[in-house]
C-alpha cells in the first residue's frame, strides 16, 4: 500500500466514508457534504469554508457587503 493510499483509506475511515469518496475529495473531482465538512474540521483543522467554489465565495461576499451597507444605512 502506497503512502498515499495509506492517507486516503486513514481519511476514509475517520470521516465515515468510502474509500473512492475520500479519494474523490483529495482529488478535487468531489466535495464532501456539509456534515462531513464539519468531521473534517474538527478532526484536522481545514476550514469548512476551503470547499466552497468560488462562486460560492462570491456569493456570500455580496451577502457580506450588503449587511455591512444597510447596518452602516441604518
Not at 15 to 25: E, K
Request: include cysteine.
Amino acid at each position: 500500500v502506497s503512502r498515499g493510499q495509506e492517507t486516503v483509506t486513514s481519511l476514509a475511515r475517520k470521516v465515515g466514508v468510502s474509500q473512492p469518496s475520500a479519494s474523490a475529495w483529495m482529488l478535487k473531482r468531489s466535495r464532501p457534504e456539509p456534515h462531513h465538512r464539519t468531521v473534517i474540521r474538527m478532526l484536522f483543522g481545514i476550514p469548512e469554508s476551503d470547499w466552497l467554489t468560488d462562486d460560492e465565495c462570491a456569493v456570500i461576499h455580496r451577502a457580506e457587503q450588503a449587511i455591512a451597507e444597510s447596518t452602516q444605512a441604518a
